[in-house]
């Protein structure tokens, strides 16, 4: 399938593994850039040294294209902004604010600049700031979300902007590709499914709890803080519902929730951890291999478009 993203990253389908904090590492990354789409590996507020060896590490198990996810207002991201330069990343992917004062850099060195906008408003600004492509990511995504659905979001955003646009939110199968294509999308960007991929390196109760969701087994926490953020609805999930109820002030919400999705992705705390999942994980109920879920996955959306 080719596309105006798989043409700009040089792909054989065009996918994007979600930057997911704590789960994107290079294993997955190299895996689903095996597969025929692009992996990226989460930059978060990883140590430098951690993401350099985690970047070569994917350069060792994969000579096609992959990308680093460099969240803005993460105290290392002017490093991490400098080490994909020095690394020679294919392309970044960026969320939590913009990414204006590092893209001439990015650009001049090669790198692809694909940044997740929630708004058609951040969509324009990232064009002119010189984007390659842009993400528009619904509300229906795991971890930090905005307001606005993808089927809303989609649209509005490709209508926007002449560089091409990415799905993401709510897509784990062909029909949703599909669906995203008709929306005028040129790609999709997908991280729930991949938590069930086998080389996915969650612990086994994280992968359990997504390959058991049901359609009602999401939730959104953290509203009230201004940053809301979707995982399995779990029973410390429920406890941090409660304080958008008045239950607790924005100090002991940080306090019980800091280090929680850590607690859910190395550990499998079921009491204390963050199991950060779109609400689209009810559809998923097997873990395979990222070759097989990519390429079942478009196979079925080539199917719905030619007809």
Known sequence: MKTKITELLGIEYPILQGGMAWVAESTLAAAVSNAGGAGI????AAPIDYLRDQIRRAKSLTDKPFGVNVMLLSPNAEELAQLVIDEKVAFVTTGAGNPGKYIEAWKNAGVKVIPVVPSVA???RMERAGADAVIAEGTESGGHIGENTTMCLV???VDAV?????AAGGIADGRGIAAAFMLGAEGVQVGTRFLAAEECQIHENYKNLVVGA???DSIVTGRFTGHPCRSVKTKFAKK???FD???GTIEEFEQISSGSLRKAVVDGNLDEGSFMCGAIAGMINDIRPCKDIVSEMFSQAEKLLGR
């Open 162 to 166: 002449e560089i091409p646009v990415l």
């Open 122 to 124: 951040l969509a324009k």
């Open 214 to 216: 049901k359609d009602t």
């Open 240 to 242: 941090l519902v409660g």
């Open 155 to 157: 649209p509005q955003v």
């Open 245 to 247: 109820k008045g239950d």
């Open 41 to 44: 590996i989460a930059g978060g």
